[in-house]
């Protein structure tokens, strides 16, 4: 959810600082360039920036989700892979008790 208040903020939770920093500076340059046009009196330029702005947060923000929904399913893989190792041990086969368990 981080990504949906600031620009880049998602790829920073995600480990990734760099892709984070990139999109967060170039929103706030948009921004800034779309303020500053409409400063100076040039709309037309000042919603083009905006247009481009809105397409570039967007499509950060969806890059973050879909990351971290990659992640979460690598980790959800290895977490499954690890289990099945542990259960086809020898000990856990032969007792029913899963190796390294402390009762």
């Known amino acids: 959810m981080w990504s949906a208040i600031v620009p880049g903020a998602g790829y920073m939770v995600l480990g990734q600082p ?3 920093s ?4 170039l929103n706030a340059a ?8 409409w400063q100076g009196g ?3 330029v000042a919603l083009m920036l905006l247009f481009a702005e809105m397409a570039l947060y967007s499509g950060g923000r969806d890059g973050a989700a879909q990351e971290a929904t990659r992640l979460r399913q690598s ?8 289990l099945l ?3 086809s041990e020898p000990q856990f086969l032969a ?4 190796p390294g368990f402390v009762y």
């Open 18 to 20: 760099g892709r984070g």
């Open 22 to 25: 990139v999109a967060l500076g």
């Open 30 to 37: 948009l921004l800034y360039g779309a303020w500053a046009s």
């Open 42 to 44: 040039n709309a037309p």
């Open 75 to 82: 980790e959800t893989s290895q977490w499954r892979e690890r």
């Open 85 to 87: 190792k542990r259960l």
């Open 95 to 98: 007792t029913g008790i899963p």
